[in-house]
């Protein structure tokens, strides 16, 4: 919110309908004329003195126009502190017509604003006449306060007036229904960020990012796939970064649909580093089936130990033990750890030695 230095005006002021029963005496009308004058030249120093050399009586109408003129002349100096406390003087007197009143209601909550005082601002703007400009303070101030739940019905009303909404607006209607987790009113200000900029991948992949946090998988996919048809450059890191938003989740079933969608769509590359990140997916997300059935293609694709290694302890696990068994065979003849496979092949056999005891039952972990 830029901030409006506004100069003083004491003509209103001075006019019958402002003095009522009151007169103002020659001296303090001189004065106050000589010092918006000379605030008007920029000579301040000038102003300060005019207003300096009369004398007022307390809680007079003369007081009050002497304490307003001393807070823009204040203002006008970039003197935040001194223009709220006499322009509060002033306000609180009540010897201000309600023109004067309203004025210096909005000021003041500009002047706090400015301050970063949203509260004491709020508390102004409440009362003061509504506008575009009291409403985006309003929207501004509960932002500064962490209030999103306060600014963007707010907003709402206030773009909901204009013919053309900037980008900056549709970004932080995307950015606050973010926040308060409302995906779906969030979805939609960005789609129409997307209106204006459908070329950009950028727009694509934070409208994904939204649905994937709503939990719409398939919509995400689907977004993504949309941008892949219309040409769009994919990066390793722009898929990675959707990946670890499902994974963040602590719901890796998400992710591994996820992954799975983008390798069999070609948006990701089958390398043996997604194959293996889809692999531990299922495995985290006791997918065991999935689980076993991966780690079996990349065992017999690299011929990796430790690839035969996991099929090994899923088959075990799952209480396939002779299955497990020969797992264990094939890793030990790939290199895996010698150790690693002594300790699961005893307690496989160890298990299907009780199992061959008579009433015995076994209880795999």
Same mark, same amino acid.
Not at 107 to 120: E, I, P, T, V
């Given at each position: 919110?830029?901030?409006?230095?506004?100069?003083?005006?004491?003509?209103?002021?001075?006019?019958?309908?402002?003095?009522?029963?009151?007169?103002?005496?020659?001296?303090?009308?001189?004065?106050?004329?000589?010092? *918006?004058?000379? *605030?008007?030249?920029?000579?301040?120093?000038?102003?300060?003195?005019?207003?300096?050399?009369?004398?007022?009586?307390?809680?007079?109408?003369?007081?009050?126009?002497?304490?307003?003129?001393?807070?823009?002349?204040?203002?006008?100096?970039?003197?935040?502190?001194?223009?709220?406390?006499? !322009?509060?003087?002033?306000?609180?007197?009540?010897?201000?017509?309600?023109?004067?009143?309203?004025?210096?209601?909005?000021?003041?909550?500009?002047?706090?604003?400015?301050?970063?005082?949203?509260?004491?601002?709020?508390?102004?703007?409440?009362?003061?006449?509504?506008?575009?400009?009291?409403?985006?303070?309003?929207?501004?101030?509960?932002?500064?306060?962490?209030?999103?739940?306060?600014?963007?019905?707010?907003?709402?009303?206030?773009?909901?007036? @204009?013919?053309?909404?900037?980008?900056?607006?549709?970004?932080?209607?995307?950015?606050?229904?973010?926040?308060? @987790?409302?995906?779906?009113?969030?979805?939609?200000? &960005?789609?129409?960020?997307?209106?204006?900029?459908?070329?950009?991948?950028?727009?694509?992949?934070?409208?994904?990012?939204?649905?994937?946090?709503?939990?719409?998988?398939? @919509?995400?996919?689907?977004?993504?796939?949309?941008?892949?048809?219309?040409?769009?450059?994919?990066?390793?890191?722009?898929?990675?970064?959707?990946?670890?938003?499902?994974?963040?989740?602590?719901?890796?079933? *998400?992710?591994?649909?996820?992954?799975?969608?983008?390798?069999?769509?070609?948006?990701?590359?089958?390398?043996?580093?997604?194959?293996?990140?889809?692999?531990?997916?299922?495995?985290?997300?006791?997918?065991?089936?999935?689980?076993?059935? &991966?780690?079996?293609?990349?065992?017999?694709?690299?011929?990796?130990?430790?690839?035969?290694?996991?099929?090994?302890? !899923?088959?075990?696990?799952?209480?396939?033990?002779?299955?497990?068994?020969?797992?264990?065979?094939?890793?030990?003849?790939?290199?895996?750890?010698?150790?690693?496979?002594?300790?699961?092949?005893?307690?496989?056999?160890?298990?299907?030695?009780?199992? &061959?005891?008579?009433?015995?039952?076994?209880?795999?972990?």
């Amino acid at each position: 919110m830029r901030r409006l230095l506004l100069a003083a005006s004491v003509c209103a002021s001075l006019s019958a309908p402002v003095v009522a029963a009151q007169s103002i005496a020659p001296d303090v009308f001189r004065a106050l004329q000589t010092s *918006q004058a000379a *605030q008007q030249s920029g000579k301040f120093a000038e102003a300060e003195q005019a207003l300096r050399s009369v004398q007022t009586k307390p809680g007079s109408l003369e007081q009050a126009l002497v304490w307003r003129s001393q807070a823009y002349l204040a203002w006008a100096q970039g003197k935040t502190q001194s223009a709220i406390k006499d !322009l509060t003087q002033a306000f609180n007197s009540g010897h201000l017509t309600p023109e004067q009143v309203s004025e210096d209601r909005l000021n003041l909550a500009k002047l706090h604003f400015s301050g970063k005082n949203y509260q004491q601002a709020l508390s102004y703007l409440q009362k003061a006449v509504q506008s575009d400009e009291v409403l985006e303070m309003q929207i501004e101030a509960w932002q500064g306060l962490g209030r999103l739940d306060k600014a963007v019905p707010l907003a709402e009303r206030y773009l909901q007036a @204009k013919s053309s909404i900037s980008d900056n607006w549709l970004q932080f209607m995307v950015g606050a229904y973010a926040e308060l @987790k409302n995906y779906a009113e969030a979805q939609r200000w &960005q789609k129409r960020v997307m209106q204006r900029s459908p070329e950009q991948l950028r727009s694509w992949k934070q409208l994904a990012a939204l649905q994937q946090m709503a939990g719409q998988h398939s @919509k995400a996919l689907a977004t993504l796939r949309t941008a892949y048809s219309r040409g769009m450059s994919f990066k390793q890191s722009d898929l990675d970064q959707l990946l670890a938003l499902a994974s963040a989740s602590d719901q890796p079933w *998400q992710a591994a649909r996820l992954l799975e969608g983008m390798l069999s769509s070609g948006l990701m590359s089958k390398g043996l580093a997604s194959q293996e990140r889809l692999a531990q997916l299922h495995w985290q997300a006791r997918d065991y089936p999935k689980a076993i059935q &991966q780690f079996t293609l990349l065992a017999q694709q690299t011929g990796k130990g430790q690839h035969w290694l996991s099929v090994a302890q !899923l088959q075990i696990q799952q209480g396939r033990l002779q299955e497990g068994l020969q797992a264990l065979s094939a890793a030990e003849k790939a290199g895996a750890n010698l150790q690693q496979v002594r300790s699961w092949r005893d307690w496989a056999q160890s298990r299907l030695a009780l199992e &061959q005891v008579p009433g015995k039952q076994v209880a795999l972990n």
